[in-house]
Structures are given as structure tokens and as C-alpha cells.
């Protein structure tokens, strides 16, 4: 999944929809060391979770939260929604066939069923899942949700043309899914999903995906009345099923939730429905921004803003119980096009990077950013830590004179001098704007051309998600998390070949060799899979270097002093949003 962070920290962004565990054998036990974060996630299932969930101690209902936000999501349609902001506040408004529930103590994250009654049956030969749905479930029209609309949705993201940044696991582990173009191009004949009943979804695969139910907790499994859908537009009046609605939805700018009244809190064992609506307000200045929530007056102490307090602004926190802390799934990278960066030229780029000012300018706290070494972040099941001369998350780069001669040095014995360099950035954030001059001033002392190109803060995300997009730096995803903990849910749909299509590419590799290493270990089994993924981990950044990891993510957002129950949701990096109340509606 990409991650929420874009401006703040990179003229990239990052992708992904963070889940966790796996089943196997080793349900509840710890999956992996804690690394530098702390809080490795937990391989948890719990097939006969029901609802309601547990009301939480001192709850209140009421008043209307106001989530200021300097970041901005680019869709809320869910078979597009795959960075981890859009995932959080979709679970708000959409339920899909599971979900995580966090333990109140630990906050560790178990697989419960949502709108499934379990988490689905696999065939004897591993190729067929059925998942029996939960009866009685409504829209928030008062109508009813039956297994048709679960398997119009699957049909529908496989129409990547129209959703090109949702999940694409489907196209690989699916049945026909690599054939399928979804309802609009091949029609409604589709051999992956089959509904024997209006209480029965069955999805047939193509090869085992033993995590399906895993993957069955995105959004891109919340059903969808193909009565309904409205393509491009059905984010503007989505069908909701979670216990808000939208109200409306100004794309860049603002979206209003209001109370869904046909949710049911007897049949959901995540979700809670204490306040009377959201006010998400987007494309907030992030100093301003978090200086309202910690300040809280009037209404600001119904506030909160979810991105990482920037560190300027710590002096300024009276109370740490503001400030919502924990582990994320993450690793932020700046992405290199190996299309059209040369191997050579990518290694003088990741000398020059300045590494520790671009932490300063981009306001990183070194404990909730430490430096990354590697692709994979700690909290993934078999994370192996290792350092590879000049890639440790830290250094002065070019800013040293010396290694900005030898980089230029370096560059004219390539016949490279004057290498252009070209990426992104956000002319209305400020943060963005001080990161892109300071790599800009370096990279040029360094022998290269800089050619930054400038767009709004709303339309960040569509210019970057571009695979095809005109620069060779910061492409999206220039930074992921763990769809679930696993390497199956890093490399193959980053590192292969097909992910340029697919529009998950992380440098915009295409090599065969990779590829067929990638596919021997993702046949393995889970427990050789964790020995394995390391060793590709070092062998990418050794061999192609398509990225240079920065450092791997925590929470450590900014609440309102009005805000109940602000807690860290491990499987986003976020604040969790289902549970939160207003201690004073």
C-alpha cells in the first residue's frame, strides 16, 4: 500500500494499504523483530470475531470531528483507494469481507471477519476460496447488499485503465486475470468470481494465494451495485455499508461524513459510531495546521492532523498525550527511473543524495523516522538489517566538497556531465518547495542538471503516479507498506517487470533475471519465504539500485485536546479513525 506523506517529506509519495498477518500455523505468535520502531506485527486470525465491538471506557456520542489534513488523497472511489490515509478514512464509510481489529492493550492487530461471517474457506487443491456473507447487511439507502455486488466489485478493478492505482494482486493471483479487462471492456463473463447464491462468493484462483483473506480487508472488496456505478464519478455518492456517509466531496479540498443509519453495529466487530460526522478538510499548510491541533482553541481541540508532528514544532507540546505514537509498516525511498538513469549514474546519485539536510529541511524526528538501510522495514517477518557502503539512511553527500568532485569527476569519465536530473514537486508547500531547492543546490555542485518541475499540492499524487511521467526521480511509489507482513506483499508487485504496467513500479526495473528470482521465492513456502526475501532485499540494492531508502516510518501525529481515544492503528501508520470520540460533544 502507498503511504499517506507526500510533500512533507519528498517530491515523491508513497503507496500502499498496510495489513498484517498471515494464516498459518503460528497464529499468535510475533511475526519478526521489533527493529529500531519497536512493535513487529503479529500473525493473528480470529475467524469467529461478531459484533459489536466492545464499546470503549468514557465514549461519548456527538459533535463532529475535524481532520486538518496538508496532505491530500487523490480518490475515495475503493476500488481505487491504495495509500494508507484513503485506506483509513475508508474504513469510516466502507466495510469489506475483513478487517483488522486492534487489541485495546497492545494494539496489535487480529483478522476478523467484517462483512463475511468467516474468513473464508480454501479447496483442497488451494485454487477456490468461498467466503459465506453476513445476511441482513444494508446501504445506506435502506437497500439490500447481496453477493453480486462483492463480485461486481472484483470485476471492477480489474478495469485498471479507469482505476489505474488500485491493487493489483487480483491480476496475478486471479483466475483469467491476466485476460480480464473488467465489466466495461469484457463484459460480465468473468471465471474468477461465481455466486451461487445471493449469500455465497466464490473466487477461483489462477496459482495458491494462501492470503487472500488477508487481501480481502482493502477496500477493493466493499461491494458495489453495478446498478450503481457511476465509474470515475461513484466516489462523488459512493454506496456505503461502514457508519458514515458522504455528505459531499470537493476532490482536493474538502470531504463531509455524516451518520449512516442503516449501519448495523451488531454485525461489525471493528467499527464504533461516536461522533454525529467528519470534516476532513485537505491541502492545509502542515506547520499551520499542526499548530491549530496542539493549541487547540475552540474548535481546534476537535482537531487533528495525521501527519508526523514536523520536528520544529516540538518545543511547542505541552502535553504528550496530544501527540499519538507507535510503529508503522513503512519504508520512504527516492526512487530512480532505471529506464533512464543509467546503473552508474544511479550510484553517483545516491552519493551525492544530502541525506542528513534533507532530514533537517523535511523536519524528520529521529524517533519516529529512523534512518533505513533497507527495502523491507522491521516489523516485516524475516527483516534481516544490513548496510551497504554509503546506503545507511545517513551522510553529507554532495554538500562535502570533496565527494562533489568526485561525483562530477566520476560523471565526465561516464560522458555523463551535465546528467539531467528531473522530478516533481509541490509549489504550495512550503516543505516541499525548501527540500527540492536544497537537492537542486547539491546535485548541480555535484556536476549535475536539475530540472524541477512545479505543480499544485492536489494534483501532487496524479503527476508523480505516472510511470510514464516525463522525470526520472520520485516517481510513485517512492516509498511502501506492508500490504500484509510479508515480502510477497514488497517485491513482486514492486520489482518485477509486469509492475511498470501495473503501476506499482519502484525504479522501473525490467529485468528477466529479477523477475524469475522474485517468482522462485514467492513460490516457496511462507517459513522459506522469510530466509529468502532478505537475501533479494540486499541483491536489489546491490545489483540494480533502483532506490535509496531513507529511513522506515512511526506515527507521532498531533490531536486535538478534545479528541477521545486517539490511538495508533500499526497496519496504517495512523491514527485510528473508527474508534475516536470528543470527550466534550
Not at 492545509?284 to 492532523?305: C, E, F, H, M, Y
Not at 509498516?329 to 543509467?342: E, F
Not at 504550495?428 to 524541477?452: C, H, M, N, P, W
Not at 510514464?468 to 526521480?473: D, T
Request: aromatic residues 10%; charged residues 25%; neutral net charge.
Amino acid at each position: 500500500m502507498q503511504w499517506k506523506r507526500i510533500t512533507a517529506v519528498s517530491a515523491g509519495v508513497m503507496l500502499a494499504v498496510a495489513a498484517c498477518g498471515s494464516p498459518s500455523s503460528n497464529s499468535g505468535n510475533e511475526a519478526g523483530g521489533s527493529g529500531d520502531l519497536g512493535g513487529a506485527q503479529v500473525k493473528a486470525i480470529d475467524a469467529t470475531a461478531k459484533g459489536p465491538a466492545k464499546e470503549i471506557d468514557g465514549a461519548k456520542k456527538g459533535g463532529t470531528v475535524t481532520v486538518l489534513s496538508d496532505v491530500t488523497p487523490d480518490t475515495f472511489d475503493p476500488t481505487n483507494i491504495y495509500y494508507t490515509d484513503g485506506n483509513q478514512i475508508g474504513k469510516l464509510i466502507y466495510r469489506a469481507l475483513t478487517q483488522y481489529r486492534l487489541d485495546p492493550a497492545t494494539g496489535k492487530p487480529t483478522l476478523v471477519p467484517d462483512l463475511a461471517e468467516d474468513l473464508g474457506t480454501k479447496s483442497a487443491d488451494g485454487l477456490s476460496w468461498t467466503f459465506k456473507l453476513k445476511k441482513g447487511i444494508k446501504y445506506q439507502d435502506g437497500s439490500p447488499v447481496t453477493a453480486a455486488d462483492f463480485a461486481y466489485a472484483i470485476k471492477r478493478s480489474f478495469a485498471h485503465d479507469l482505476y489505474d492505482a488500485g491493487p493489483t494482486y487480483q491480476i496475478q493471483f486471479f483466475k483469467d486475470g491476466d485476460k480480464y479487462k473488467g465489466p466495461y471492456a469484457s463484459g460480465d463473463n468473468y471465471a474468477g468470481v461465481e455466486t451461487p447464491d445471493d449469500s455465497t462468493l466464490v473466487i477461483h484462483l489462477a496459482k495458491k494465494f494462501d492470503d487472500l483473506p488477508f487481501y480481502a480487508a482493502f477496500p477493493m472488496f466493499t461491494p458495489i451495485p453495478k446498478a450503481k456505478d457511476t465509474k470515475k464519478n461513484y466516489e462523488q455518492h459512493p454506496m456505503t455499508t461502514g457508519p458514515y456517509q458522504v455528505t459531499s466531496y470537493t476532490p482536493g479540498t474538502e470531504l463531509k461524513l455524516a451518520k449512516n443509519p442503516n449501519w448495523d453495529p451488531n454485525t461489525d466487530p471493528v467499527r464504533y459510531q461516536y461522533p454525529d460526522g467528519w470534516d476532513f478538510k485537505f491541502a492545509q499548510d502542515t506547520i499551520k495546521a499542526q499548530r491549530q491541533v496542539l493549541a487547540s482553541s475552540g474548535p481546534d481541540a476537535n482537531a487533528l492532523n495525521y501527519s508526523n508532528l514536523d520536528v520544529s514544532l516540538l518545543p511547542e507540546v505541552k502535553d504528550q498525550s496530544q501527540l499519538v505514537k507507535g510503529p508503522g509498516p513503512c519504508t520512504q525511498m527516492y526512487t530512480m527511473d532505471a529506464r533512464k538513469i543509467p546503473l552508474e549514474v544511479r550510484k553517483l546519485i545516491a552519493k551525492a543524495h544530502p541525506t542528513d539536510s534533507w532530514r533537517k529541511v523535511a523536519g524528520l524526528n529521529p524517533s519516529d523516522s529512523p534512518p533505513a538501510s533497507t527495502i523491507l522495514p522491521p516489523a516485516v517477518p524475516g527483516f534481516e538489517k544490513y548496510e551497504l557502503p554509503g546506503l545507511n539512511g545517513t551522510g553529507k553527500g554532495a554538500e562535502d566538497d570533496a565527494v562533489a568532485a568526485e561525483v562530477k569527476s566520476e560523471l565526465a569519465k561516464l560522458g555523463k556531465s551535465n546528467f539531467e536530473l528531473s522530478w516533481y514537486y509541490s509549489i504550495d508547500d512550503k516543505i516541499s518547495t525548501q527540500v527540492t531547492q536544497l537537492r537542486k543546490q547539491v546535485y548541480e555542485k555535484a556536476g549535475f542538471k536539475v530540472r524541477a518541475i512545479g505543480v499544485p499540492k492536489a494534483k501532487l499524487r496524479t503527476f508523480v503516479g505516472d510511470q510514464n511521467a516525463p522525470v526520472n526521480i520520485g516517481k510513485t511509489p517512492a516509498g511502501w507498506c506492508s500490504d500484509w507482513p510479508s515480502g510477497t506483499s514488497w517485491f513482486p508487485v514492486l520489482f518485477k517487470s509486469d509492475a511498470i504496467e501495473l503501476g506499482n513500479s519502484v525504479g522501473q526495473l525490467q529485468d528477466k533475471a529479477l523477475d524469475a528470482e522474485i517468482d522462485r521465492v514467492a513460490a516457496l513456502s511462507p517459513d522459506e519465504q522469510l530466509k529468502e526475501w532478505s537475501k533479494v532485499d540486499k541483491m536489489i540494492l546491490e545489483k540494480y539500485l533502483p532506490v535509496i531508502p531513507l529511513y522506515y516510518t512511526g506515527t507521532n501525529s498531533p490531536v486535538g485536546k478534545n479528541i477521545g481515544h486517539a490511538v495508533n492503528d500499526m497496519t496504517q501508520g495512523l491514527p485510528e479513525f473508527t474508534s475516536i470520540y470528543l470527550k466534550q460533544p
